[in-house]
């Protein structure tokens, strides 16, 4: 897979993918992560790529002519599945869309910056808009490196457990059972006995049943 980011900071997000598990998968050759910086983009003086709204009103947008030129730019190198935009009144995003974006093969991620981008652009570019959450950053960055984490990881062959994946938390709207390592006593607190058991089956009952009781007291809104 694929995944193109496209910034006006950049620096917010690049060290980001150069640790832990979206490091394996980029190692691996699984996954290709590249942020680009819109101001490379740009014909204007200074790198300029906002400026004030149409109308008046509080704050910058992102222009349309910058944003043109590097999503134009980018899909002559590299035919998109989508071409996503992170925004607050965006899709919320969840598990399962997660689950299905990972099955696609080149990602275009735009980060938005300050008020927004230039309305022109959603019009005709973005084939997706998604929010990680109903309230406001200051910019679109931390959104493309949440997608970017949640969507890589459920690649084959990037963790190295693949079932992993599947008992997290959302999958099937479950929140995840609790789970426990060693030692097996700390303080006088014990670990449950059915996990030390090494009856499978009954492992995995327990843990279903611990999943549906957690999931209907902390979010009963999934059921």
């Not at 598990?21 to 992560?33: D, M, Q, V, W, Y």
């Not at 607050?88 to 598990?95: K, M, R």
């Not at 679109?140 to 599947?166: F, K, M, Q, W, Y």
């Amino acid at each position: 897979m694929k995944i193109d980011i496209l910034s006006v900071v950049p620096q917010l997000i690049t060290g980001f993918f150069d640790y832990s598990i979206l490091k394996r998968a980029k190692e691996k050759g699984l996954l290709e992560i590249n942020v680009h910086n819109l101001r490379d983009y740009t014909n204007y003086k200074h790198g300029q790529v906002d400026d004030y709204q149409f109308g008046g009103g509080a704050g910058l947008v992102l222009m349309i002519e910058p944003l043109a030129n590097a999503i134009e730019s980018l899909q002559k190198k590299t035919l998109y599945d989508e071409v996503i935009f992170l925004t607050p009144d965006g899709e919320v995003f969840n598990q399962q869309m997660a689950n299905s974006l990972s099955l696609k093969n080149n990602l275009l991620l735009i980060c938005g910056h300050y008020k927004g981008i230039d309305q022109r652009v959603r019009d005709h570019f973005i084939t997706k808009e998604i929010s990680i959450g109903d309230y406001v950053l200051s910019g679109g960055e931390l959104g493309a490196a949440v997608l970017a984490d949640a969507i890589g990881r459920l690649i084959p062959g990037v963790l190295n457990d693949e079932t992993s994946a599947l008992t997290d938390s959302f999958q099937d709207n479950l929140l995840a059972p609790p789970v426990y390592t060693r030692p097996e006593t700390f303080r006088g607190w014990k670990v449950p006995d059915i996990l030390l058991s090494g009856n499978h089956a009954k492992i995995e009952e327990w843990r279903y049943e611990k999943a549906v009781e957690i999931t209907q007291q902390k979010r009963p809104d999934l059921g």
